[in-house]
């Protein structure tokens, strides 16, 4: 039982590249979220999905993309990356509305160069 | 507008001491509360709840206070260990419509424990 994997764990991409930051999760948990985490800033929300099949904006989604591929796989894509994305990315899934614990992935390190 | 606020960047505590995080809210909508602990290079880990309807919930060495009219809550660690050393994140639950709920998060506390 692995909890939430993502990958990659650290990345490197000029501005203007894009990039696919993947996530899974393997408790049948039905909402899943991304969050970035910048020094001093906490964690803030990219966007979520509620359940499969939907995705909503969450505090800084700007920028950024999602696919909720199925109900295991939540994906955040960057179609042009820029210096201010440069963060660490966590993914996290919980069971059913989200009001209970969410679990964590371990990150992905981003440097936008 | 920070709606969780987390004031102290830094706690330093000597071990066997007690750890007290404090966090401070501003919407009187968030009716669940969560602490995470986060270790460098690792996502963060959920340590302990409480919900609106509570005032305590204590949970081994740990255990989270609820003040709802000053808008508070505090995290104690009793006694403190050198591996309780981490960033503490307090989080609120806000209904964000459709049946689903969204985190959040203060900006955290670094916690030293000395030994």
């Known amino acids: 039982n692995a909890g939430v994997t993502q990958t990659p764990k650290f990345q490197v991409l000029k501005t203007g590249q894009s990039m696919t930051l993947q996530c899974a999760q393997d408790?049948?948990?039905?909402?899943m979220y991304w969050y970035r985490q910048d020094p001093g800033m906490g964690l803030r929300l990219i966007y979520y999905s509620a359940s499969e099949g939907t995705t909503d904006k969450g505090e800084v989604p700007n920028g950024y993309n999602v696919s909720r591929l199925n109900k295991r796989e939540f994906s955040l894509r960057l179609e042009s990356a820029a210096p201010s994305q440069t963060s660490v990315y966590f993914c996290?899934?919980?069971?059913?509305?989200?009001?209970?614990?969410?679990?964590f992935g371990p990150g992905t390190r981003l440097l936008v160069l | 507008d920070q709606q969780v606020k987390q004031n102290s960047p830094s706690l330093s505590v000597q071990e066997g001491r007690i750890s007290i995080l404090n966090c401070d809210y501003t919407?009187?909508?968030?009716?669940?509360f969560l602490w995470y602990k986060k270790y460098p290079a690792e996502g963060p880990t959920f340590l302990i709840s409480?919900?609106?309807?509570?005032d305590k919930n204590e949970d081994g060495r740990f255990t989270v206070f609820l003040n709802k009219s000053a808008k508070h809550l505090s995290l104690h660690i009793v006694p403190s260990q050198p591996g309780d050393s981490a960033v503490y994140f307090c989080a609120a639950s806000g209904y964000s419509g459709a049946g689903s709920y969204q985190l959040t998060f203060g900006k955290g506390t670094k916690l030293s424990v000395i030994p």
């Open positions: 919407n009187s909508m968030f009716d669940y």
């Open positions: 996290a899934s919980s069971p059913l509305t989200g009001r209970e614990t969410q679990y």
């Open positions: 409480i919900s609106s309807i509570k």
């Open positions: 408790m049948n948990h039905n909402s």
